[in-house]
């Protein structure tokens, strides 16, 4: 008895065929209709010839290449994998960039702080105390605005991750959905 991944794959190759059957039905009628536009032939083509997506090719595909060259599957699985981990060096780095950029750029905006801050001590000694108040509100203003809408951004980009991965987490670990019933083994 097959199971039910057999059974799916029995079934997609089925309709696969009967898609590219159907296909070569149209591409005959249309190679009899002599003013059928130039762009649509070339499209019906394009279908007739057939196409996958995805890291692999078709199983069919590779039987081809397996009988034009022996090692070709082995090669065409070592270059998917080697591809693989080559993107996922690259993503690493990428991400160790990032987050050095943001550890730079809190390093910086604290400089900025203290010498702002300092500016202000200087101003306010110095009989200024309405520049220094302005210099310390504007100062001040922009860190409480920058925090905010940082923390906002970063929950929305949460938000957003979670709902792709398809887990209801709320923000606060919450669930958004309904709960589950428990087991009752």
């Known amino acids: 008895m097959a199971g039910p991944l057999e059974a ?17 039905g149209i591409a005959e009628v249309i190679e009899q209709m002599p003013d059928f536009p130039v ?6 083509e394009l279908m007739r010839r057939g196409s996958y997506s995805g890291p692999l090719p078709p199983p069919e595909i590779l039987e081809g290449y397996k009988a034009a ?14 591809q693989g981990s080559h ?23 604290l400089i900025i702080v203290v010498l702002v801050l300092a500016a202000c001590v200087y101003l306010g000694l110095h009989h200024q105390p309405w ?17 905010v809408y940082g923390s906002r951004r970063q929950v929305l980009d949460l938000g957003s ?6 887990t209801g987490d709320g923000p606060e670990g919450e ?9 009752s083994n």
């Open 8 to 24: 799916i794959e029995a079934a997609s190759l089925e309709k696969l065929g009967s898609i590219q059957e159907g296909v070569a």
């Open 39 to 44: 762009e649509m032939r070339r499209f019906v």
């Open 69 to 82: 060259y022996p090692d070709a599957p082995a090669i065409i699985f070592n270059e998917l994998v080697e």
């Open 87 to 109: 993107r996922r060096a690259i993503e690493r780095m990428a991400i160790n960039r990032q987050e050095g950029r943001a550890d730079r750029g809190q390093i910086f905006a």
């Open 131 to 147: 520049v220094a108040g302005t210099l310390f509100g504007a100062t001040l203003a922009s860190i409480v605005g920058t925090f």
């Open 161 to 166: 991750k979670r709902r792709r991965l398809g």
């Open 175 to 183: 669930s958004d959905q309904a709960p589950s019933e428990p087991d």
